[in-house]
């Protein structure tokens, strides 16, 4: 099968790209009339394909949320080819059979390279650790109990053991039960001002602190998910600095807001970690920029539309996030002169796939033909019933931003079209 992308900028460029059977076989200005396929790229950015290696796609159990099928069509809607999905369904992926069963299910249902992570302990919470060897032998991205903090230290550290003998990275939610008192958003004068419970940013970083520890102790690659506090990015550069191996996500959504922003008791601003302090916003961005934080990830976390409503105190966390992430980056970091395309594509794509091993984030000759093309400079407006996610929780809503998906390809094959769900 031969697919030729015509009219598309390639670093500012505009070229043809051959695609032979799911690669890439030739990126320049010739015309090939033997192909199979011809698509007019109609002078869109072609960019590598975008790497999340944090969504949730609820599936099984939590279906009426997300499902892989939706999960997977709006990764590809927004742009990425490979995800790295969590392992909090039901039933949570802590068996090898479970992991067999979801990567079975990855395989059938998702539109877009769907990898699977297993977790630390049985159930997220318990203190014993998982077979990490049998799961890594099946198949298994990594290993986390996303959704929740590892509270003992020696699960910690067994795991972090566990992960390095596997040469897998050990993905940590970072969060101390003992002081988040039951919480709904940052510990703050908003908060106060809403009378809405707190949670201390103590809570994120000293359970890092003590992970950062153990993480010198083993030498595993320790990567902290959705970082969001200044003290937090100070603890990561510090280890960087120090020569331990850790890595660290952050979320659009704690780039671009702050709790200063809640001004009403609004579901769609709850999630966990919450929108932290203007100052940690800074400090985020900062971070993501000197390099301490080295690339953005999702956090996809669909919910029902009741699960989303009423007051913060009763609404789930988490918001949607894959089909607005690259737009919502390229509009306020790129549009405003912040960084240029190249660096916004190191955060999204080639930095997440090579700190996790993935055969992704380049466009070159001989790699998969995962390729995403972008109308970048025509704005549109962030609309749900745009989106292919069960879930619309969305901050973001109403949102004039440019960076527009208009084509997916997967190994070479259509997963998004621009006006069709295929």
């Given at each position: 099968?031969?697919?030729l992308i015509?009219?598309?900028?390639?670093?500012?460029?505009?070229?043809?790209?051959?695609?032979?059977?799911?690669k890439?076989?030739?990126?320049?200005?010739?015309?090939?009339?033997?192909?199979?396929?011809v698509?007019?790229?109609?002078?869109t950015?072609?960019?590598?394909?975008l790497?999340?290696?944090?969504?949730?796609?609820?599936?099984?159990?939590?279906?009426?949320?997300?499902?892989?099928?939706?999960?997977s069509?709006?990764?590809?809607?927004?742009?990425?080819?490979?995800?790295c999905?969590?392992p909090?369904?039901?039933?949570?992926?802590?068996?090898?059979?479970?992991?067999?069963?979801?990567?079975?299910?990855?395989?059938?249902?998702?539109?877009?390279?769907?990898?699977q992570?297993?977790?630390i302990?049985k159930?997220?919470?318990?203190?014993?650790?998982?077979?990490?060897?049998?799961?890594?032998?099946?198949?298994?991205?990594?290993?986390?109990?996303d959704?929740?903090?590892?509270?003992?230290?020696?699960?910690?550290?067994?795991?972090?053991?566990?992960?390095?003998?596997?040469?897998?990275?050990?993905?940590a939610?970072?969060?101390?039960?003992?002081?988040?008192?039951?919480?709904?958003?940052?510990?703050?004068?908003?908060?106060?001002?809403?009378?809405l419970?707190?949670?201390?940013?103590?809570?994120?970083?000293?359970q890092?602190?003590?992970?950062l520890?153990?993480?010198?102790?083993?030498?595993?690659?320790?990567?902290?998910?959705?970082?969001?506090?200044?003290?937090?990015?100070?603890?990561?550069?510090?280890?960087?600095?120090?020569?331990i191996?850790?890595?660290?996500?952050?979320?659009?959504?704690h780039?671009?807001?702050?709790?200063?922003?809640?001004?009403?008791d609004d579901?769609?601003?709850?999630?966990?970690?919450?929108?932290?302090s203007?100052?940690?916003?800074k400090?985020?961005?900062a971070?993501?920029?000197?390099g301490?934080?080295?690339m953005?990830?999702?956090?996809h976390?669909?919910?029902?539309?009741?699960?989303?409503?009423?007051?913060?105190?009763?609404?789930?966390?988490?918001?949607?996030?894959?089909?607005?992430?690259?737009?919502?980056?390229?509009?306020h970091?790129?549009?405003n002169?912040?960084?240029?395309?190249?660096q916004?594509?190191?955060?999204?794509?080639?930095?997440?796939?090579?700190?996790?091993?993935?055969?992704?984030?380049q466009?070159?000759v001989?790699?998969?033909?995962?390729?995403?093309?972008?109308?970048?400079?025509?704005?549109y407006?962030?609309?749900?019933?745009?989106?292919?996610?069960?879930?619309?929780?969305?901050p973001?809503?109403?949102e004039?931003?440019c960076?527009?998906?208009?084509?997916?390809?997967?190994?070479?094959?259509?997963?998004?079209?621009?006006?069709?769900?295929?």
């Amino acid at each position: 099968m031969k697919t030729l992308i015509k009219n598309v900028y390639v670093n500012e460029e505009l070229v043809n790209i051959l695609i032979e059977d799911g690669k890439i076989a030739a990126i320049n200005n010739e015309e090939n009339e033997s192909v199979d396929q011809v698509i007019d790229g109609q002078k869109t950015t072609a960019l590598p394909g975008l790497v999340d290696v944090h969504v949730h796609f609820r599936d099984p159990g939590l279906t009426y949320k997300e499902d892989t099928e939706s999960g997977s069509k709006a990764s590809a809607h927004g742009g990425f080819t490979s995800v790295c999905v969590m392992p909090n369904v039901k039933p949570v992926v802590d068996t090898s059979h479970a992991l067999s069963e979801q990567l079975a299910l990855n395989k059938a249902k998702s539109v877009v390279h769907a990898y699977q992570y297993a977790a630390i302990s049985k159930q997220l919470i318990a203190y014993k650790t998982t077979d990490f060897a049998e799961m890594n032998r099946l198949g298994a991205i990594a290993f986390t109990n996303d959704g929740h903090g590892v509270q003992n230290a020696e699960t910690m550290y067994l795991a972090m053991q566990a992960a390095k003998e596997a040469n897998k990275p050990l993905v940590a939610h970072v969060e101390d039960d003992s002081l988040i008192n039951g919480g709904v958003m940052n510990e703050s004068d908003a908060a106060q001002k809403l009378g809405l419970p707190e949670m201390s940013p103590l809570s994120e970083s000293s359970q890092l602190a003590r992970d950062l520890v153990l993480a010198k102790a083993t030498g595993v690659h320790y990567h902290v998910a959705h970082i969001s506090t200044e003290e937090s990015v100070e603890l990561v550069r510090i280890a960087k600095a120090r020569g331990i191996n850790v890595t660290a996500e952050v979320s659009p959504h704690h780039l671009l807001l702050d709790d200063s922003m809640i001004t009403t008791d609004d579901p769609m601003m709850k999630m966990n970690p919450p929108l932290r302090s203007p100052e940690d916003r800074k400090a985020l961005i900062a971070g993501l920029l000197d390099g301490t934080i080295d690339m953005v990830a999702t956090d996809h976390a669909p919910h029902s539309e009741e699960e989303k409503s009423g007051s913060m105190r009763d609404a789930s966390f988490g918001i949607v996030g894959i089909e607005t992430a690259f737009s919502l980056m390229y509009t306020h970091f790129v549009k405003n002169g912040i960084v240029n395309l190249n660096q916004l594509i190191e955060w999204m794509s080639s930095n997440p796939a090579n700190l996790f091993h993935l055969p992704a984030g380049q466009l070159q000759v001989g790699q998969p033909a995962d390729i995403t093309l972008m109308e970048l400079d025509q704005p549109y407006q962030i609309d749900a019933n745009d989106f292919l996610s069960k879930g619309k929780n969305s901050p973001f809503i109403g949102e004039q931003v440019c960076g527009k998906t208009k084509l997916t390809l997967v190994d070479g094959n259509i997963a998004y079209q621009d006006g069709s769900e295929e």
